[in-house]
């Protein structure tokens, strides 16, 4: 069955960097487009960046714009979230997602997605 597993996350500083990694596999049906979420207990799953399977384009919300860069790399069925400069208001649980839809995806819009992997935490703190 189709799975999407979200790898490193953890515990970093102030100012620190972590990339997560999203691996997909046992799709039958192509995915349109992938993308980073992140959530924190009492909150709505925060759309965060997104990255389109065919050509490339990307989405960032305002809050993580210079610091987070999203990637693809099609051949290893994986999509990567660099996090730089992180700060402590970054900490949440994040989770990867695909949706087969064509045209959406490019946005923080949670609802537009059809798998999700499991999450992952990352934790900003001194």
């Known amino acids: 069955q189709e799975r999407l597993v979200e790898s490193g996350g953890g515990l970093v500083q102030p100012g620190g960097s972590l990339r997560l990694s999203c691996v997909a596999s046992g799709f039958t049906v192509p995915y349109s487009a992938t993308g980073w979420f992140r959530q924190v207990p009492g909150k709505e799953r925060e759309g965060v960046s997104s990255i389109s399977s065919s050509d490339g384009s990307t989405y960032y919300a305002d809050s993580v714009k210079g610091r987070f860069t999203i990637s693809r790399d099609n051949a290893k069925n994986t999509v990567y979230l660099q996090m730089n400069s992180l700060k402590p208001e970054d900490t949440a649980v994040y989770y990867c997602?695909?949706?087969?839809?064509?045209?959406?995806?490019?946005?923080?819009?949670?609802?537009?997605?059809?798998?999700w992997g499991q999450g992952t935490q990352v934790t900003v703190s001194s």
């Open positions: 997602a695909t949706t087969e839809v064509p045209g959406y995806g490019m946005g923080g819009n949670p609802y537009e997605y059809d798998h």
